[in-house]
T-cell receptor
Framework: IAGITQAPTSQILAAGRRMTLRCTQDMRHNAMYWYRQDLGLGLRLIHYSNTAGTTGKGEVPDGYSVSRANTDDFPLTLASAVPSQTSVYFC????????????FGEGSRLTVL | GQNIDQPTEMTATEGAIVQINCTYQTSGFNGLFWYQQHAGEAPTFLSYNVLDGLEEKGRFSSFLSRSKGYSYLLLKELQMKDSASYLCAVIDSNYQLIWGAGTKLIIKP
């Protein structure tokens, strides 16, 4: 593993199903983030974690939850997927909170039917 | 509200120079980033400006004017591989990162 790894890279999901997007980093970064990217819109922050054991809500947190049990892993869960959650999801990490350069995973393309 | 404005799309010719503008209205300012994103890929860091002036890094330069709420990314000697989206992002007074929608740059031979 080098950098940030996301899984799955692509998924088609029926509405109402539960889905967890996985994110693992090996850079020992304290801060981690989940963004969604939709055509014509900027990256929108869903949830973030400044350090292991803490999480916070971003701009569009509804319908999503996260956990940060350790430094490396930051999974994003959709409890009951809806079509409006169709998007590309990016996990990112930073060595310093808020002001540092972000390193992004390759993204997870999710389609909810 | 907070807002980042960038042109949606620009076209330039291989070998030429292009300037991508970004204007912002945010609650405070603690720095501005430019990222490059090729289609279907993740964004990658290009530059960071926190003080006024020009930062040069090879073929790419980034300029900031905090008083005008304005930045630009200058790309010289354009190559076909520079075809990508360029994302402007500002850190506000709460240290939240606010993203623009990105500028899609198309390079023609």
């Amino acid at each position: 593993i080098a950098g940030i790894t996301q899984a799955p890279t692509s998924q088609i999901l029926a509405a109402g199903r539960r889905m967890t997007l996985r994110c693992t980093q090996d850079m020992r970064h304290n801060a981690m983030y989940w963004y969604r990217q939709d055509l014509g819109l900027g990256l929108r922050l869903i949830h973030y974690s400044n350090t292991a054991g803490t999480t916070g809500k971003g701009e569009v947190p509804d319908g999503y939850s996260v956990s940060r049990a350790n430094t490396d892993d930051f999974p994003l869960t959709l409890a009951s997927a809806v079509p409006s959650q169709t998007s590309v999801y990016f996990c990112a990490s930073s060595g310093t909170t808020n002001t540092g350069e972000l390193f992004f995973g390759e993204g997870s393309r999710l389609t909810v039917l | 509200g907070q807002n980042i404005d960038q042109p949606t799309e620009m076209t330039a010719t291989e070998g030429a120079i292009v300037q991508i503008n970004c204007t912002y209205q945010t609650s405070g300012f603690n720095g501005l980033f430019w990222y490059q994103q090729h289609a279907g890929e993740a964004p990658t860091f290009l530059s960071y400006n926190v003080l006024d002036g020009l930062e040069e890094k090879g073929r790419f330069s980034s300029f900031l004017s905090r008083s005008k709420g304005y930045s630009y990314l200058l790309l010289k000697e354009l190559q076909m591989k520079d075809s990508a989206s360029y994302l402007c992002a500002v850190i506000d007074s709460n240290y939240q990162l606010i993203w623009g929608a990105g500028t899609k740059l198309i390079i023609k031979p």
